[in-house]
């Protein structure tokens, strides 16, 4: 165990230490088993926390009653009219689409689908996508062995424009699964497979596509696990990944 | 309206208190539509709601009251190896999620705050520096004791139980 490592291990587990700390340490955690192991219990609470933070949910009457009390501060003056109109669009353009897909109240499958685009978004921007690092299907699925309760299977890629780039762990509704991540040309597309139940198991059980923050998404149910292909790609390629799926031996 | 869900929980995990909870983001909203003139376009729209949510939470009673008894942020002890076989792997192995949150609940709130905003809500150091109003290295070292406290907590529950 390298003292003068064990300091550092949870900022570089946040992706807060300098590029060349990050470089050196990622190197030494190669080579010392202690530290890596270190690592991974740290990385495992780090998730756990994620997890079990997500704990409370407002009521749809307490949401509605926010709205109308905003709504009618906006209709107090022309001056707050213009501020809250400002607001909003500003909003708009800070958070994306959010505010108009909820404006409607949004449903178990929006809520669901938006917080996918959400831990979509949130991979991409990471320094580190990936937790498994890997194109061949027989590396990145039993890496997820232990780590989630189910299995699953991947399609081989051979003659197909995709590619897998690795897998992580993902948690939706505070239940794990499995995030995979595909390459098309330049797009990424996540593929994320949780067991359907709890939150997940409210979605119904028929195959549904979508668009959430102009995102893709493909899902449905097989096998009692409920599948999302979700990314920027076009409509088309995000079928054509599902079928493959769908068909994995 | 945007980052709803994520207030209202990071607010109830604050006040512990549902009646609270609940009023904490209604003011918080009310407050941001009043003082939106006050929001710099370009800089973070998520801290800058956190900030006004936390500000509320710390005039308020519950906030009053914890602000009285935080823990200070000086700290010389050693950071200590998470190890193999720790308190936190045996309590993930067993998915104990209840167990986990009762030892966040009982953190101190400075340090509570401070654990969500990083893991739960994947903040960068600015940006909670930022939703807090304390600087980075404070930011990183009340983190550092969270995460330390936690540990000994779960440790304590598990001897316990």
């Not at chain 1, 022309?78 to 404006?103: C, D, E, N, T």
């Not at chain 2, 309590?91 to 654990?115: G, K, T």
Request: contains cysteine; proline residues 5%; aromatic residues 10%.
């Amino acid at each position: 165990m390298a003292d003068n490592w064990t300091a550092k291990l949870d900022t570089y587990l946040d992706g807060e230490l300098p590029a060349d700390e990050m470089r050196e340490l990622d190197a030494h955690l190669r080579t010392c088993p202690p530290c890596a192991a270190d690592v991974l219990s740290r990385l495992q609470m780090k998730r756990a926390v994620h997890s079990a933070g997500m704990r409370y949910r407002p009521s749809a009457d307490f949401r509605q009653l926010v709205r109308k009390s905003i709504a009618a501060k906006r209709r107090q003056s022309p001056i707050r009219m213009w501020a809250g109109a400002g607001f909003a669009i500003a909003m708009l353009l800070i958070v994306g689409f959010v505010s108009l897909v909820s404006k409607q109240g949004q449903t178990a499958r929006q809520q669901a689908f938006s917080e996918l685009a959400d831990l979509h978004v949130a991979t991409l921007a990471s320094p580190n996508p990936v937790d498994v690092i890997s194109t061949d299907r027989h590396t990145v699925k039993p890496w997820f062995q232990g780590k989630i309760p189910f299995t699953f299977n991947l399609p081989e890629l051979q003659g197909s424009e995709f590619t897998l780039l690795g897998g992580r762990i993902a948690y939706l509704g505070q239940s794990p699964g499995a995030e995979l991540i595909y390459q098309i040309r330049k797009h990424q597309i996540s593929v994320f497979i949780f067991q359907d139940r709890g939150a997940v198991g409210n979605l119904g059980s028929s195959a549904q596509s979508s668009k959430e923050l102009s995102f893709n998404i493909e899902s449905w149910n097989q096998a009692g696990l409920r599948y999302f292909v979700i990314g920027d790609a076009s409509g088309d390629d995000i079928r054509k990944l599902a079928d493959m799926l769908k068909n994995a031996p | 309206m945007p980052l709803f869900d994520q207030l209202y929980n990071f607010a109830y995990w604050l006040a512990q208190d549902r009646a609270e909870a609940e009023d904490l983001v209604q003011e918080t909203y009310v407050k941001a539509l009043k003082g939106f003139s006050s929001f710099q376009l370009g800089t973070n729209f998520r801290a800058w709601m956190y900030r006004i949510l936390r500000n509320t939470f710390l005039t308020s009673r519950t906030g009053l009251k914890a602000s009285a008894t935080i823990a200070l942020d000086a700290d010389d002890s050693p950071e200590l190896p998470a190890g193999p076989e720790t308190p936190e792997t045996i309590f993930i192995e067993h998915s104990q999620h209840q167990f986990l949150q009762a030892a966040i609940e009982a953190l101190p709130v400075n340090f509570r705050e401070v654990l969500l905003l990083c893991d739960m809500e994947e903040m960068s150091y600015q940006e909670i520096a930022v939703s807090l109003s304390i600087p980075i290295g404070t930011v990183m070292s009340r983190l550092s004791r969270a995460r330390k406290a936690l540990r000994e907590s779960l440790q304590q529950k598990m001897v316990r139980s």
